[in-house]
């Protein structure tokens, strides 16, 4: 099982229990230590799941809001995943870079949410100052009929986004419209 190969802090926090939390914080045990499996810390994962308490604690007691896991992902790629928007305001109040690109994919935590259409959190981001015109490196290949294929190189936030109030958002405050045109 995986829960077996986790660290006491790393399960505590997971699950959102801010008292042993706490006690395990004050036992000395270390806030910044990167698991086995996906080397994240306590904050990347707590973030993911959005227990704000817990996320509090540990950013109290020096979490790197930074961090980034073997994949490059930070707090703030893994919060805007499940639309945690207190979560994303918590980490970018305590210094995590907006603009962060993660390694497989470069996208930023914006294109994270725009593409699971999150509308506050983009709001949130953007009001953060994040790129909207930043490209990740994701490659497409649509087949558009039997002889004709378009590959799209590099897609911005709005090109990921798949709500309708996400795209009215991003293209306010985007210079860039797609214009249909490969």
Known sequence: ?????QPPLHLAADFGLS?????????????NLKDNASKQTPLQGVSWRGHCDVIKLLIKAGADTNSKDWDKKTPLHRAPENGHDAAVELLLASKAQVNSKDNVDQETPLH????????????ILLDAGALVNSENKVNLCIKLNSNLYVSLKGQVPLQNAMHDDVVELLVEASSFIPSGNP
């Open 19 to 31: 008292d042993i939390v706490e006690m395990l914080l004050k036992a000395g045990a270390l806030v």
């Open 1 to 5: 099982m995986f829960f077996d190969k």
């Open 112 to 123: 994270v949410a725009a593409r699971k259409g999150h509308f506050v959190v983009v709001q």
